[in-house]
C-alpha cells in the first residue's frame, strides 16, 4: 500500500487545516487509518485513528475537540480536518495504515506509512 499524505502548510495560530491522504490500495476499506505526527526534536506521537468502516474514531487527548478525522472510502483517502490550530501542532504529520485494524494509538501496528506533510502554526 502507498501512501501519499499532502495538505501541509503554514497557517496562523487559530487557523485550519485539512490533511488528506490517499492509498494507492482497491482494498482501502480494509484498513484502519491513523494520523500521527512528529515535532523537531520530538518523538513521533498518535493524533488520531479510524476504523475500517469510519464508525469508530480515536483521538490524542491534545487533539481532542479540535481535530476530526475522517475517510471517504470510494476515494480511497482519509482526511483530518484541523481546526483552532496552536503553535505546538507545529509538526509533520504521517499518515499510516493498518489491515483490519482497529484504529490504534500504537504506532507500531502499523505496518504501511507515508511520506508526511509539514504544518507549521505561527504565533
Not at 475517510?71 to 480511497?76: M, S
Not at 483517502?77 to 503553535?87: A, D, E, G, I
Request: charged share 15%.
Amino acid at each position: 500500500v502507498q501512501l501519499q499524505a499532502f495538505g501541509g502548510g503554514l497557517v496562523q495560530a487559530g487557523g485550519s487545516l485539512r490533511l488528506s491522504c490517499a492509498a494507492s490500495e482497491r482494498t482501502f476499506s480494509s484498513y484502519a487509518m491513523g494520523w500521527f505526527r512528529q515535532a523537531p526534536g520530538k518523538e513521533r506521537e498518535f493524533a488520531a485513528a479510524i476504523d475500517w468502516s469510519g464508525l469508530s474514531t480515536y483521538y490524542a487527548n491534545a487533539v481532542k475537540g479540535r481535530f476530526t478525522i475522517s475517510r471517504d472510502n470510494a476515494k480511497d483517502t482519509v482526511y483530518l480536518q484541523m481546526n483552532s490550530l496552536k503553535p505546538e501542532d507545529t509538526a509533520v504529520y504521517y499518515c499510516a495504515a493498518h489491515l483490519w485494524g482497529s484504529g490504534s494509538s500504537n504506532g507500531g501496528e502499523y505496518r504501511y506509512w507515508g511520506q508526511g506533510t509539514l504544518v507549521t502554526v505561527s504565533s
